[in-house]
């Protein structure tokens, strides 16, 4: 039953089984509603706007387009948007992308189911709240130093790199982002250059320094 105590939700993955999961999960806290569900970022952005959800919880690997661009036009339409981050990526360069871009949250699917509710929580607050696979890896990441090479890029140029260096093609990526093969091309070209690399081995070895190539982790693209 809603009452004004309630967070109400937005659920934002493009899996299914997923999304049931952690819709069970949050309806053991009787104050925690999932009020919608969106499988794409565009339909993100539609169920936000349409349901004005106290907390967003998205994927940042979503067809038709980048978790990212969704979080910032997001921010954009709604400057006061509470948006926590939940996916697989456990990648230093990708939580300070999505900081950026305006989530207060960061929680990775590897995590106890916990980590997530409690973030849903503190971001409700109005506070940052980070899984603690991610604060070790940003604390690690301090000690290294940063790595301000990948911060030229802009947030496309970001995810398609992304995307490159984990063997897809201009085609698939073309068609997960919604933009024509010659922009992809053309923002390829514009990578190396701003990396100052001269071809795509030289960039997939900068990836592999940066973490942007991750084995383990399930492809961006299944669709």
């Not at 794409?40 to 980048?66: F, N, W």
């Not at 948007?81 to 990648?91: D, G, R, S």
């Amino acid at each position: 039953m809603m009452n004004e105590n309630n967070i109400r939700i937005l659920m934002v993955d493009d899996h299914a089984i997923v999304r049931d999961g952690y819709k069970a999960l949050l309806a053991e806290s009787p104050d925690l509603i999932v009020v919608a569900e969106a499988t794409t970022a565009k339909e993100a952005y539609i169920q936000y706007k349409t349901h004005q959800p106290d907390v967003m919880i998205t994927d940042l690997s979503l067809p038709g387009g980048s978790g990212l661009e969704c979080i910032s036009k997001i921010i954009k339409y709604d400057a006061r948007a509470k948006i926590v981050v939940f996916t697989m990526h456990l990648n230093p360069e990708l939580v300070t992308r999505a900081i950026q871009a305006g989530a207060l949250g960061y929680v990775t699917k590897n995590m106890p189911p916990q980590s997530l509710i409690d973030s849903v929580y503190r971001v409700h607050q109005g506070k940052v709240a980070l899984s603690s696979d991610i604060e070790k890896l940003l604390a690690l990441e301090s000690l290294l130093g940063n790595r301000t090479l990948l911060n030229t890029l802009s947030a496309r140029e970001y995810e398609i790199l992304r995307l490159l260096v984990n063997a897809h093609s201009t085609e698939e990526i073309a068609q997960f982002l919604n933009i024509s093969q010659k922009t992809v091309c053309n923002y390829h070209y514009q990578i190396k250059s701003k990396l100052g690399v001269n071809s795509d081995i030289e960039l997939t070895l900068l990836a592999i320094q940066h973490s942007l190539i991750q084995p383990m982790d399930p492809s961006l693209l299944n669709h």
